[in-house]
């Protein structure tokens, strides 16, 4: 709740800032050229002076005030019962704090609940005092802002860099949080190395790791072969799933754009992009309950023994389903930018339609559509629920699609939702498995991209 009165406090000083700003600069204006700039510029410089310093003050405070409260905390008579050093300790206090801020939190320890007076006294009093700094601050920066409502002033250029600075700041989020997800799979992934060896994990064809095992037990990198997660990762994602997109994404791309009337392609097309808004886990329902017992009962005719529901091709038939539109939609676009000049010269020169859709239209496409299987085989093997639900957590280094297999995605989310201890190597090879997917999808983005350039080369 604090945050909030904080937020709204800061917005409705910023806005008496504006509006007191805005009148002391139009009372200054005497003609063309007797301000710098508009009212309305001096009057956003204001309310940028006092709501920036409220926020910054507010967002520190938040950084400084837990190390204060439980300073405080630990200072009452309540605390003289804890254990001086160790997780348990940790525990106690995380849990008398977590209980402080919602007291419908489950109760665990009876020493937490001791605690829980004197942190919900000290959150308390430290909100205050950030408040009232922020508080402070906004009336400090306000103050600055309203001697700086001069006629020379560039309040304009001040907001307009001001802006400029906001943006950047929005794009730097984005580029911080990617460089941070790799920072933490490259550390991680370091320290999984300590205990397995690279080419035991790379080039292994055995997958079991026990997360309750060892980590300091002989041949442990014999347990941590994952060649077998990335043999399933392809076999189901790059192979079964684009024998079933490839040839019905690149056909119905080919129908809508050459042959279906305008009135019907106006609602197909609509309806097909509309596979790539459903959940996965909706697929993983399709893929679970229909299709993977039709798989078991073909199995069964052609007399294999003891068929398994959880299959290869059942999880690689729904994922190719899935990802149609991503073929479809790039193939519809990079068709219909044939300059349509080339079209109609192959038409004029007495070919048929299929014979220039196959020997004109296609390969000036080509690029286009080579980018769009591209991106669609990095959607498939960045899947997760489908193959959750479908293929199994067998780790099979087999070609049969009838048998059982698992993924890189199913075995990180096995891994990371287990019981074991974060420090394991079973748990920290799900950051080895997932830097190796993120470095494969990049290089397949990266080759998409690279085709799309040249898709987007000008005919003449």
């Known amino acids: 709740?604090?945050?909030?009165?904080?937020?709204?406090?800061?917005?409705?000083?910023?806005?008496?800032?504006?509006?007191?700003?805005?009148?002391?600069?139009?009372?200054?204006?005497?003609?063309?050229?007797?301000?710098?700039?508009?009212?309305?510029?001096?009057?956003?410089?204001?309310?940028?002076?006092?709501?920036?310093?409220?926020?910054?003050?507010?967002?520190?405070?938040?950084?400084?005030?837990?190390?204060?409260?439980?300073?405080?905390v630990l200072s009452n008579p309540a605390a003289a019962s804890l254990p001086e050093f160790g997780f348990q300790r940790d525990a106690i206090i995380a849990e008398a704090r977590n209980m402080a801020l919602n007291p419908d939190a489950p109760t665990f320890n009876p020493k937490a609940a001791n605690l829980v007076p004197a942190f919900t006294a000290a959150i308390?009093?430290?909100?205050?005092?950030?408040?009232?700094?922020?508080?402070?601050?906004?009336?400090?920066?306000?103050?600055?802002?309203?001697?700086?409502?001069?006629?020379?002033?560039?309040?304009?250029?001040?907001v307009e860099r001001s802006m400029m600075m906001l943006l950047l700041l929005a794009s730097m989020i984005a580029i911080l949080t990617t460089v941070g997800i790799v920072g933490s799979l490259i550390f991680e992934t370091g320290v999984f190395f300590t205990y397995v060896s690279p080419i035991d994990f790379l080039f292994g064809t055995q997958w079991a790791p026990d997360p309750f095992g060892s980590a300091t037990a002989p041949n442990l990198g014999e347990d941590y072969g994952a060649i077998p997660l990335f043999w399933g990762t392809i076999f189901i994602g790059a192979i079964i799933a684009m024998i079933v997109a490839i040839p019905l994404g690149l056909m119905s791309a080919i129908y809508l754009t050459q042959y279906a009337?305008?009135?019907?392609?106006?609602?197909?097309?609509?309806?097909l992009e509309i596979l790539a808004g459903i959940p996965t886990v909706v697929y993983g329902y399709f893929a679970a309950l229909t299709v993977a017992p039709m798989v078991r009962d073909f199995a069964g005719s052609i007399g294999m023994a003891n068929p398994s529901t959880e299959s290869a091709l059942a999880a690689g038939m729904v994922m190719g389903i899935m990802i149609i539109p991503f073929v479809s939609s790039m193939a519809?676009?990079?068709?219909?930018?044939?300059?349509?000049?080339?079209?109609?010269?192959?038409?004029?020169?007495?070919?048929?339609?299929?014979?220039?859709?196959?020997?004109?239209?296609?390969?000036?496409?080509?690029?286009?559509?080579?980018?769009?299987?591209?991106?669609?085989i990095s959607r498939a093997i960045g899947e997760t629920m489908i193959v959750y639900m479908a293929a199994g957590a067998a780790a099979n280094l087999s070609a049969n699609p009838l048998e059982s297999m698992t993924t890189v995605t199913y075995q990180i989310a096995k891994l990371l939702g287990?019981?074991?201890?974060?420090?394991?190597?079973?748990?920290?090879?799900?950051?080895?498995?997932?830097?190796?997917?993120?470095?494969?999808?990049?290089?397949?983005?990266?080759?998409?991209?690279?085709?799309?350039?040249?898709?987007?080369?000008?005919?003449?």
């Open 332 to 376: 519809d676009d990079s068709i219909a930018a044939v300059p349509s000049a080339m079209r109609d010269g192959s038409l004029a020169m007495g070919a048929t339609k299929s014979e220039t859709i196959k020997r004109v239209l296609i390969p000036a496409a080509l690029p286009g559509i080579v980018a769009g299987v591209m991106l669609a």
């Open 124 to 158: 308390t009093k430290y909100n205050w005092i950030g408040m009232f700094i922020s508080l402070i601050l906004a009336f400090v920066g306000g103050a600055w802002g309203y001697t700086r409502v001069r006629a020379d002033y560039p309040a304009r250029t001040r």
């Open 261 to 271: 009337d305008a009135r019907l392609r106006k609602w197909i097309k609509p309806v």
């Open 418 to 460: 287990g019981d074991g201890e974060f420090d394991h190597p079973a748990t920290l090879a799900a950051f080895a498995l997932g830097l190796v997917l993120f470095i494969v999808t990049l290089l397949l983005n990266i080759i998409a991209l690279r085709v799309v350039k040249r898709f987007r080369e000008a005919y003449e």
């Open 1 to 72: 709740m604090a945050p909030l009165i904080v937020l709204l406090c800061a917005l409705g000083l910023g806005l008496v800032g504006w509006f007191a700003a805005r009148a002391k600069a139009q009372a200054m204006f005497t003609g063309r050229g007797s301000l710098h700039s508009l009212p309305g510029y001096h009057g956003w410089n204001m309310a940028i002076w006092v709501f920036l310093p409220a926020f910054l003050g507010w967002a520190l405070w938040q950084v400084i005030s837990p190390g204060l409260v439980e300073t405080a």
